[in-house]
């Protein structure tokens, strides 16, 4: 799965996770100051609808030229396992 560079850059591990807590904050309307890195996308409130959309959300941030398994939040149940397995796809 080849990964464009985003604005003109490779993805760092904080890049990602930053995006993935603004974008759980947007979506579940949770104060970002309240998202544990180290909680469960089920236990913040995902849904598994929610969690596809956010599989697809994600392709579009890093730009992936292939879509990503849409049961990507249920192999990486938290933010800090799934922004791990992301940026080892932005090397």
Known sequence: MEVKKVNGKQMTLEDIQDWLVQYVSDT???PTANID???SFKNLGFDSISAVE???KIGSFLNLEEA???T???DYT???QLSGYLENLTK
Do not use: A, G
Request: net charge negative; aromatic share 6%; glycine share 0%.
């Open 78 to 80: 938290t933010i800090n």
């Open 54 to 56: 956010l599989s697809e």
């Open 72 to 74: 990507v939040t249920y």
């Open 28 to 30: 579940l309307e949770i």
């Open 68 to 70: 990503l398994d849409p």
């Open 37 to 39: 890195l180290d909680e």
